[in-house]
């Protein structure tokens, strides 16, 4: 697919089927994901898959954090964010390394986190699959990165839920870059 095929046609896909991602089609995801820009090339991204039931541990984390902040919310709201992590077949969640020298920071580390997710959502539309990038409270939350590996101060940027689409819908072009731009000739 062209690369400019793969920009405009990309689009959010919530819902997606449960049939399972083949690993070397992960992997190729991953793979794109990692060509991304990078300053000193300290390949600041940090891939954490998770599939069957890996999203369902990832699911009772959240319902278990949710509980110990709201134990007056009612059972349902807990069923609701067990079964979050099960909307896709493949999550990939996407951390930020905290920069180790002075000359490295924060803000490009996490820019370059993002490129790499993008250049994973374009892979996808390349290859036929549906993804999602959301984050919400999840990615701020103590036991999320904790279960997940991370440390309470790194940035989760991304929760990418990936599947081959239930359908293809069809969407308007989006608005022009010309309000968003100045000329300086
Ligand atoms: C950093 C980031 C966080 C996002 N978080 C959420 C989210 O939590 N929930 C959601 O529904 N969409 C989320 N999105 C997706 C955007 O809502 C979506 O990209 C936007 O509506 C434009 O639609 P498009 O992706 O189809 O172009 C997020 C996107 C980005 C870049």
Not at 36 to 52: D, E, I, M, Q
Request: net charge neutral; charged share 25%; proline share 9%.
């Amino acid at each position: 697919m062209d690369v400019f095929d793969a920009i405009h046609n990309r689009h959010s896909q919530g819902k997606v089927k449960q049939d399972p991602v083949p690993r070397q089609v992960i992997e190729k995801l991953l793979d794109a994901a990692v060509q991304a820009p990078n300053h000193y090339k300290v390949r600041p991204w940090r891939f954490v898959v998770l599939t069957g039931e890996g999203r369902q541990r990832l699911g009772e984390v959240m319902a278990a954090s949710q509980w110990e902040r709201h134990p007056d919310f009612p059972p349902e709201a807990f069923d609701k964010c067990r079964g979050l992590p099960l909307r896709a077949p493949v999550l990939i969640v996407v951390g930020v390394d905290k920069p180790g020298e002075p000359k490295v920071l924060e803000i490009e580390n996490v820019c370059a986190a993002a490129a790499a997710c993008q250049n994973l959502l374009l892979a996808a539309q390349a290859m036929g699959l549906g993804a999602k990038w959301r984050t919400g409270e999840w990615a701020r939350d103590p036991k999320v990165k904790e279960f997940l590996g991370f440390g309470a101060d790194q940035h989760l940027i991304a929760f990418l839920y990936i599947g081959y689409p239930e359908f293809v819908a069809d969407y308007p072009p989006r608005p022009s870059f010309e309000d968003r731009t100045v000329w300086i000739e």
